[in-house]
């Protein structure tokens, strides 16, 4: 097993990130309407997006998995989250254009935009749940 320089077994990559909705139908019209995302899954739970073909955002009704969920092939711990939660997604810096545009024609209003020092700049928006979205161009991290 490789291991990061530092002793520990290497992590990849982010898989996975989780937003809290209130209204599952309400966040999936938004997400799809406006990301067009595929759905890889969704129940009365949660909405598994593929974003990119890199990594997986889902949506779970608030409250909806505050206990633990048995599966046949293990037990996924409880867990949840409130408040406006943050994600990042990242957009080629050919595209900022175009998706403001998108986002105005939406009706989503850009709450703000930073111009970051390696060169890249940043959206923020809000989903109907008060989460704050951000649309990112490369030279926002030393990493991207």
């Known amino acids: 097993m490789a291991d990061d320089g530092n002793g520990s077994p290497r992590i990849v990559r982010v898989l996975e990130t989780a937003l809290y909705v209130d209204d599952l139908v309400r966040a999936s019209h938004f997400y799809d309407h406006l990301f067009g ?15 990119g073909g890199e990594s ?3 949506l779970f009704a608030r409250g909806a998995s505050v206990t633990t969920q048995v599966l046949p092939g293990g037990d996924i711990p409880a867990h949840d989250g409130s ?8 957009i080629g810096r050919e595209e ?4 403001e545009d998108r986002l ?9 935009r930073v111009e970051w020092p390696r060169g890249g700049v ?3 928006f809000r989903d109907p749940d008060r989460n704050l979205l951000e649309l990112a161009t490369p030279g926002l991290w030393k990493t991207y």
């Open 37 to 51: 995302f595929p759905k890889l899954f969704a129940d009365a739970r949660l909405i598994a997006y593929d974003v």
């Open 56 to 58: 997986v955002l889902l």
């Open 83 to 90: 408040g406006a939660l943050h994600v990042a997604l990242a």
């Open 96 to 99: 900022l254009a175009s998706w």
């Open 104 to 112: 105005d024609a939406g009706g989503v209003a850009i709450e703000g």
């Open 122 to 124: 940043s959206l923020y």
